[in-house]
């Protein structure tokens, strides 16, 4: 029966083993040479076996310590695990998250997935920002934010963030006032809109929606008619219900269009462009509540 051996005497052992020299072992635990001697004796008392062969001119390992330095090693690489699991946990009940996100996310997506999140870790601290496309992927980058929701043509290229699709994608197409004339087609293309006002997110905030959207009309044989800017998806829908113009964007929950007076119309060769949503975020960042965000989301299968 082992009654003294402990992960002291297995540190100190692997520590001699590794530089097969006793001084230089003792300079690395900052302990004496005489002190480090007494240990690994007690150890190899404790065993029942001799760990080493040394002399005055060198030190090596025995068959039986060849055959503990391997387990030695994985025994404190399981407990050195272990502990930071522990205290990742411990960090996870009492840590704080910040999420990033666009509109209308807020409205529909994240309320039911936070209110899961908060299950798992009732303790955290969570904070919302919410952003434009550009300024939240700089959030994201600058580690204002530790997660964002964001598009996929956004982040898909930067080599420090990791994302994943998730299932908030929506469809491109057109918002337009109920009274507008093309309310009541099923669907239309981009050369239909020729003629059209448009109303867009501004480029400062949304740069590569406003240049695919221009680039798609010039594709289609047209620049667009732009005649309003806004940083706000209220706004916009206000914009459209009071007949100022139309607006791209993707396709939202049905009580927005009930509540606004709005419809959505499908645009058929608008497929070029993509709305695919991801969550992203640093690939060096080590808060534990992204991985438990990440789970979560993946239980409730949003994760694609």
């Known amino acids: ?26 300079k690395h635990l900052h302990i004496t040479q005489p002190s480090l001697g007494r240990q690994i004796a007690q150890l190899e008392q404790e065993v029942g ?14 068959k039986a310590g060849t055959s503990l330095m391997h387990d030695a090693e994985e025994i404190l690489l399981k407990i050195e695990l272990a502990i ?24 529909y997506d994240l309320p039911h997935l936070i209110k899961k999140f908060r299950q798992k870790s009732p303790d955290s601290d969570i904070n919302f920002l919410k952003f434009g496309a550009d300024p939240l992927n700089q959030a994201l980058e600058i580690g204002k934010i530790d997660i964002a929701f964001a598009m996929k043509q956004d982040v898909v290229h930067s080599s420090n963030i990791s994302w994943k699709l998730t299932s908030f994608s929506r469809t491109p197409g057109l918002i337009v006032a109920r009274d ?6 099923k669907s239309v293309n981009l050369s239909d809109l020729v003629h059209e006002h448009f109303i867009v997110f501004s480029h400062s905030e949304f740069p590569k929606s406003y240049d695919n959207l221009c680039e798609l009309c010039h594709a289609a044989g047209f620049s667009p008619n732009i ?25 939202l929950t049905n009580d927005f269009f009930t509540n606004h007076n709005l419809c959505f119309v499908p645009i058929t060769d608008y497929d070029k462009y993509s709305y695919d949503s991801v969550i992203a975020w640093k690939k060096d960042n080590t808060n534990p509540l992204i991985s438990l965000f990440l789970e979560t989301m993946k239980e409730e299968n949003i994760l694609i």
């Not at 002291?8 to 692997?14: A, C, D, K």
């Not at 076996?49 to 025995?62: C, E, Y």
């Not at 005649?227 to 396709?251: D, K, N, Q, R």
């Open 49 to 62: 076996a001799q760990l080493f062969i040394r002399n005055t001119r060198s030190v090596h390992l025995t």
């Open 1 to 26: 029966m082992l009654n003294y051996l402990d992960l002291r005497h297995l540190r100190y052992f692997v520590t001699v083993a590794k530089h097969l020299n006793f001084s230089e072992a003792a």
């Open 84 to 107: 930071n699991r522990t205290r990742q946990i411990s960090f996870a009940d009492i840590g704080s998250l910040q999420i990033g996100f666009m509109s209308p996310l807020e409205k």
């Open 227 to 251: 005649v309003a800017h806004t940083l706000f998806l209220e706004t916009l829908l206000l914009m459209v219900e009071t007949g100022i113009g139309i607006a791209v964007h993707p396709e």
């Open 180 to 185: 507008h004339k093309l309310s009541v087609r």
